[in-house]
Protein backbone atom coordinates (compact mmCIF):
# COMPACT_ATOMS: atom_id res chain seq x y z
CA UNK A 1 0.00 0.00 0.00
CA UNK A 2 1.44 3.78 -0.81
CA UNK A 3 1.99 5.69 2.28
CA UNK A 4 -0.30 8.05 2.83
CA UNK A 5 0.61 12.21 1.92
CA UNK A 6 0.97 13.10 5.74
CA UNK A 7 3.23 10.04 6.00
CA UNK A 8 5.18 10.68 3.23
CA UNK A 9 5.31 14.71 4.55
CA UNK A 10 6.99 13.09 8.25
CA UNK A 11 9.31 10.89 6.00
CA UNK A 12 10.99 13.87 4.12
CA UNK A 13 10.93 16.08 7.09
CA UNK A 14 13.38 13.12 9.13
CA UNK A 15 15.02 13.23 6.19
CA UNK A 16 15.71 16.68 6.21
CA UNK A 17 16.96 16.67 9.58
CA UNK A 18 18.82 13.66 9.06
CA UNK A 19 20.51 15.85 5.98
CA UNK A 20 20.94 19.53 8.69
CA UNK A 21 22.24 17.92 11.50
CA UNK A 22 25.83 18.56 10.60
CA UNK A 23 25.02 22.15 9.52
CA UNK A 24 23.57 22.63 12.41
CA UNK A 25 25.76 21.29 14.67
CA UNK A 26 29.23 22.84 12.52
CA UNK A 27 27.96 26.12 11.43
CA UNK A 28 25.25 26.72 12.92
CA UNK A 29 26.22 26.28 16.64
CA UNK A 30 29.86 27.50 16.07
CA UNK A 31 29.88 30.27 18.46
CA UNK A 32 28.67 28.23 21.50
CA UNK A 33 31.16 26.24 23.81
CA UNK A 34 30.32 22.90 23.98
CA UNK A 35 32.21 20.06 23.49
CA UNK A 36 31.15 18.47 19.94
CA UNK A 37 29.27 15.73 21.93
CA UNK A 38 26.90 18.38 23.42
CA UNK A 39 26.90 20.14 20.59
CA UNK A 40 25.21 16.19 19.17
CA UNK A 41 22.86 16.10 22.00
CA UNK A 42 21.26 19.49 22.31
CA UNK A 43 20.88 19.40 18.45
CA UNK A 44 18.94 15.55 18.80
CA UNK A 45 17.26 17.04 21.40
CA UNK A 46 15.94 20.31 19.55
CA UNK A 47 15.17 17.85 16.62
CA UNK A 48 13.70 15.17 18.45
CA UNK A 49 10.94 18.12 20.41
CA UNK A 50 10.30 19.71 16.43
CA UNK A 51 10.09 16.45 14.38
CA UNK A 52 6.82 14.87 15.65
CA UNK A 53 3.15 16.38 14.61
CA UNK A 54 1.15 14.83 17.60
CA UNK A 55 -0.96 17.80 18.38
CA UNK A 56 -4.63 18.50 16.62
CA UNK A 57 -6.40 21.90 17.52
CA UNK A 58 -9.74 21.76 16.22
CA UNK A 59 -11.37 25.34 15.89
CA UNK A 60 -14.96 25.98 14.25
CA UNK A 61 -15.57 28.57 11.96
CA UNK A 62 -19.16 29.67 10.72
CA UNK A 63 -18.74 29.42 6.76
CA UNK A 64 -19.46 32.04 4.40
CA UNK A 65 -19.69 31.50 0.77
CA UNK A 66 -17.60 33.78 -1.64
CA UNK A 67 -19.22 36.30 -3.51
CA UNK A 68 -16.34 37.43 -4.87
CA UNK A 69 -16.20 40.52 -2.78
CA UNK A 70 -15.12 39.75 0.01
CA UNK A 71 -12.29 37.40 2.35
CA UNK A 72 -13.36 34.22 2.83
CA UNK A 73 -12.25 31.07 4.20
CA UNK A 74 -12.40 28.41 1.49
CA UNK A 75 -11.14 26.25 -1.11
CA UNK A 76 -9.57 22.82 -0.33
CA UNK A 77 -10.33 22.22 3.72
CA UNK A 78 -14.20 22.77 3.20
CA UNK A 79 -14.47 20.01 0.43
CA UNK A 80 -16.11 16.96 1.25
CA UNK A 81 -13.53 14.74 -0.98
CA UNK A 82 -10.64 15.88 2.02
CA UNK A 83 -9.46 13.35 4.84
CA UNK A 84 -7.71 14.61 7.84
CA UNK A 85 -4.44 13.04 6.33
CA UNK A 86 -4.25 15.44 4.00
CA UNK A 87 -5.10 18.35 6.32
CA UNK A 88 -2.01 17.37 8.29
CA UNK A 89 -0.03 17.45 5.66
CA UNK A 90 -0.67 20.56 4.07
CA UNK A 91 -0.50 21.79 7.96
CA UNK A 92 2.81 20.59 8.37
CA UNK A 93 4.03 21.85 5.25
CA UNK A 94 2.77 25.50 5.44
CA UNK A 95 4.46 25.56 8.76
CA UNK A 96 7.66 24.58 7.23
CA UNK A 97 7.31 26.92 4.69
CA UNK A 98 6.31 29.67 7.08
CA UNK A 99 9.92 28.77 9.14
CA UNK A 100 12.15 28.27 6.31
CA UNK A 101 11.13 32.33 5.30
CA UNK A 102 10.89 33.37 8.71
CA UNK A 103 7.25 34.25 8.97
CA UNK A 104 5.39 34.22 12.13
CA UNK A 105 2.97 31.81 11.37
CA UNK A 106 2.02 28.30 11.40
CA UNK A 107 0.54 25.84 9.29
CA UNK A 108 -3.20 25.91 10.54
CA UNK A 109 -5.74 24.52 8.80
CA UNK A 110 -9.59 24.93 9.43
Known sequence: ??????????????KACILSE?????????????S??????????????????????EVNFPLQKDDGRSPC??????????CADEVKALSALMTYKCACVDVPFGGGKA
Open 22 to 34: DKLIDEDMKMVKI
Open 73 to 82: KGGIRYSLDV
Open 36 to 57: REEKVKKTHGILKIIEPCAHVL
Open 1 to 14: ADPGFFEMVEYFFH
